[in-house]
C-alpha cells in the first residue's frame, strides 16, 4: 500500500478516514501513551521530511511539507 501512495497520492477520503481512524485511538490513550504516540508519528514525519530535501539542513522542509506536518499535528493536540 505504501508503494502505491508513494507513486499516486492518496486521496481526500482516505486521508480524512485515516484521521478519524488516529484520532479515535489518540482520544483512547492515557496521557502518556498519547505523548508517545505524537513523537513516534509527527517525529518520524518530521524527520522525513527533513531528509528528503535542503542542503546541509537549510530549507529541508518545503511549505507543502510543513502544511501536512500541521495537519499531521492537528490529529493529535
Do not use: H, N, Q
Not at 489518540?26 to 522525513?48: D, K, P, W
Amino acid at each position: 500500500m505504501l508503494e502505491v501512495w508513494l507513486k499516486e497520492k492518496p486521496g481526500s477520503a482516505l486521508m480524512d478516514a485515516w484521521r478519524k481512524y488516529a484520532r479515535a485511538i489518540y482520544e483512547e490513550l492515557t496521557e502518556e501513551e498519547r505523548a508517545l504516540m505524537r513523537i513516534s508519528i509527527v517525529g518520524r514525519a518530521r524527520e522525513v521530511a527533513e531528509a528528503a530535501g535542503g542542503l546541509l539542513g537549510v530549507g529541508s522542509i518545503s511549505p507543502k511539507e510543513k502544511a501536512v506536518l500541521k495537519e499531521l499535528e492537528k490529529v493529535f493536540s
